[in-house]
């Protein structure tokens, strides 16, 4: 096991108006697990609580309950938050928002090298244009600022960014949900390859069973903050759970149209 | 400019002119500006008499070719005194800007970066002392330490400093939830990199314009402290205790308010006018960006 998270709740307090506040439970005791060299798709609807753990894997939000494990270590025991974002990256959903927009391309994809790494600067550029090869990326960007980018090309910074250095886990959060079909396909197929290349475990977190099943091993449904069915992604026609089957259905339906 | 679409030329087609005349309101506001700096910094070389010589024989005296601005009360060159003005008003003002922005700034990064309850202890004791008038401040710290320039500044800048806090606060609250400072947490930055590199950044450009608009503000308070005693003392030359003297003899000699009230008007207005300049070339800027 890459990563695994047991039994994980969040619920968020919010207000109303006034005096009166309620709560929302996000995560009810969520359990999955990557195993090494796995490509698991986290696949539900939309406010399931895809996105919240997605933050509290990547440690930016803490869960309420339960406990998360990478590389067989507890979270509590990464003191050293640099070892932690070595091995763990993620790349955010809305990807054009998750770059700076005073920053270049190569500031961008250099920032986890400043802090997590101890390469000098033409080491490190040499890491930028290895990776921005890997994703595709014409050198040429290497300038510019993410204004000037197309959505897929945004894509494959973001991608680049939480590549750079290999991590052994990445978590990706709808990558390719902004994108059009052709570019969906383009990303899709260079996860399979950077997979194949650097053996990184990923997490494809996404509403769009299609997509992800061409890529994923094995594909675990969410529902209301809890995983409630895993199978391998072969086995799709098998699907118990009602909501696991609607997206099935769906995404059936979705690729029989096309 | 490879990916123009049709949207962004007619972005641009409509920026143009708007663009043209903003260049041309900085630059003369800038060419302002830098002729009061200089005023300011060789007044003593240009200053054609003592501006605290006295000469009461000549009180009073409308301009005249030795005395280009007239005579006051006294009997001392108005423009000499003018131009020496210029330094104690200008830079006391800028002093005030100075220690205002960088404590205001620090505190509002962190109270904005914090959260939590460390933001709401700062926020109430913001709220405690901008509840507190300038001028009561001043007068206490008058009364305390006696009147004078740089006490007037001690005061002005206990108390303004609380207003910049609270909006670095603020936009550092909205900047903090962007998806790219997550990023940079993931990217292993520490807290004070996140502010310095993503955070400080980002709200620098509105810091500037607040700032450029309120040196105005601080330069007319400080007028006014003086105006009532309680900043610079006499004979030191500052625009507002000239005014306050002057108010005296408005009717018999009027430009002994005409032209330090022309000065102060002066560097506020050229101030505004280079405050909005900048606000909408940056504005413009983001756009381009496409943000």
């Known amino acids: ?258 | 400019m490879s990916c123009q679409s049709d949207g962004f030329m007619q972005a641009w087609d409509k920026a143009r002119p708007v663009c043209r005349q903003t260049h041309v309101l900085l630059y003369c506001s800038l060419c302002l500006l830098i002729l009061y700096a200089g005023v300011a910094l060789f007044a003593p070389f240009l200053a054609p008499h003592d501006p605290l010589q006295a000469n009461i024989a000549n009180r009073l005296k409308p301009p005249s070719a030795e005395y280009h601005l007239g005579t006051d009360q006294l009997g001392r060159c108005l423009y000499s005194r003018l131009l020496l003005g210029a330094r104690n008003t200008l830079l006391s003002a800028g002093a005030v800007l100075s220690a205002t922005l960088v404590i205001g700034t620090l505190v509002g990064l962190f109270a904005g970066f914090l959260g939590g309850r460390c933001d709401f202890i700062i926020q109430r004791a913001l709220d405690g002392v901008m509840a507190f008038p300038g001028l009561i401040l001043a007068l206490a710290i008058a009364g305390l330490l006696g009147p004078g320039l740089e006490n007037a500044v001690l005061a002005l800048s206990l108390v303004h400093w609380a207003g910049y806090a609270r909006i670095v606060r603020n936009m550092t609250l909205s900047w903090r939830e962007r998806t790219f400072v997550y990023a940079a947490q993931t990217a292993g930055a520490d807290p004070v990199a996140i502010l310095r590199r993503h955070i400080l950044p980002a709200i620098v450009p509105s810091i500037a314009v607040i700032a450029t608009l309120d040196y105005g503000r601080i330069i007319l308070s400080i007028a006014g402290l003086s105006f009532l005693g309680l900043g610079a003392q006499p004979p030191a030359p500052e625009w507002g205790s000239m005014l306050s003297d002057g108010k005296a003899y408005m009717q018999i000699a009027s430009h002994l308010i005409i032209w330090p009230g022309a000065a102060i008007m002066g560097i506020v207005l050229a101030l505004q006018l280079f405050g909005d300049a900048l606000k909408r070339i940056w504005n413009e800027q983001d756009v381009e960006r496409g943000k």
Not at chain 1, 224 to 248: F, M, N, W, Y
């Open chain 1, 1 to 258: 096991m890459i990563w695994q998270a047991q039994n994980v709740s969040k619920q968020f307090r919010y207000r109303t108006k006034l005096f009166g506040s309620g709560q929302l439970m996000v995560l009810s005791g969520l359990s999955l697990a990557v195993g090494q060299r796995e490509i698991v798709g986290l696949v539900g609807e939309s406010g399931s609580g895809k996105t919240t753990l997605a933050h509290i894997a990547l440690m930016l939000d803490r869960p309420d309950n339960g406990r998360l494990y990478l590389d067989g270590v507890s979270y509590e025991n990464y003191l050293d938050k640099k070892k932690f974002y070595r091995q763990i990256q993620i790349v955010f959903q809305h990807s054009s928002e998750a770059l700076n927009p005073r920053w270049t391309v190569k500031d961008i994809i250099e920032e986890p090298l400043c802090y997590l790494t101890q390469l000098d600067s033409d080491a490190r550029l040499e890491r930028i244009r290895e990776i921005m090869e890997a994703v595709k990326l014409p050198s040429d960007l290497l300038k510019e600022r993410p204004g000037r980018l197309s959505g897929g090309q945004a894509q494959r910074v973001s991608l680049a960014r939480a590549l750079v250095l290999a991590p052994k886990f990445v978590i990706l959060d709808e990558p390719t949900s902004s994108l059009d079909v052709v570019v969906q396909r383009l990303i899709l197929q260079m996860l399979r390859q950077i997979h194949e290349a650097m053996k990184t475990s990923f997490l494809i977190i996404s509403h769009d069973l299609a997509a992800v099943r061409r890529i994923a091993d094995r594909i675990a449904f969410i529902h209301d903050g809890r995983i409630v069915e895993e199978v391998k992604s072969d086995a799709l026609g098998k699907v118990q759970h009602p909501t696991a089957r609607r997206l099935v259905l769906a995404a059936e339906r979705l690729s029989d149209g096309i």
